[in-house]
């Protein structure tokens, strides 16, 4: 099946720093999201994003689908933002199976 | 989030107990998933439903038994565990199997 890496698996940034997170895919995708696990567990749903860019406050994120990966940007982050970060896709070639990277940690000090 | 709930959200049972975590959406979605999350591994796939209808079986042990009454609602019914399954258990929806999926809080489960 589809591979899905995430890096880094572990990032701790001081209140107010931007941050990067990637997510490389093995296949040709035609589901992308990112979603953000807080600390009592819940999934959120960040970006629906197979292709392009978008934007949700200090949160945008960019696919580019034919090299196989995508990117999650955050901006002045703030400790709220701490958790972590998952990447899910599903393969043009699969059935409907999300299949979920093994995440990036991400913890911001005030 | 409040699309879609769960019951309970902590667990503790015995290997010899039954017991059913249940699962609702409010969001008129037609498919419906359980995952589970045990420490230190990716989310896994246990089971699709799509408009009522099981799609999906990710090799899942018969301990394991799910059902989906309507397109509203889920359960996953639990008998005679294994303390290896203890994790957090979310249950998902979304509008059509290639959809954005929704979470719930999830079930944390014990099993002793």
């Known amino acids: 099946g589809i591979q899905v890496e995430q890096s880094p698996p572990d990032l701790i940034l001081q209140e107010g720093a931007n941050s990067t997170l990637r997510c490389n895919f093995s296949d040709s995708v035609n589901n992308l999201q990112w979603f953000h696990q807080n600390p009592w567990g819940q999934l959120i749903n960040l970006f629906y994003i197979p292709s392009g860019t978008k934007q949700n406050g200090r949160l945008s994120a960019t696919t580019v689908a034919t090299e196989r990966y995508s990117l999650l940007y955050i901006s002045s982050s703030q400790t709220t933002d701490s958790g972590v970060y998952f990447c899910?896709?599903?393969?043009?070639?699969?059935?409907?199976?999300?299949?979920f990277g093994t995440g990036t940690r991400l913890t911001i000090i005030p | 989030e409040t699309g879609v709930t769960q019951t309970p959200r902590h667990l503790v049972m015995g290997m010899t107990n039954k017991k059913s975590l249940k699962c609702e959406q409010h969001?008129?979605?037609?498919?419906m998933y359980w995952y589970k999350q045990s420490a230190k591994k990716p989310l896994e796939l246990m089971f699709v439903?799509?408009?009522?209808?099981?799609?999906e079986n990710n090799s899942v042990p018969s301990r394991f038994s799910p059902e989906c009454p309507n397109s509203s609602h889920l359960f996953l019914h639990l008998h005679t565990l294994q303390p290896e399954d203890s994790a957090l258990y979310l249950c998902a929806s979304s509008a059509s199997g290639e959809e954005t999926q929704y979470f719930g809080p999830g079930t944390r489960l014990l099993v002793l």
């Open positions: 969001l008129g979605h037609n498919a």
């Open positions: 899910a896709v599903t393969s043009n070639f699969g059935n409907e199976k999300l299949t």
């Open positions: 439903y799509n408009f009522k209808e099981q799609t």
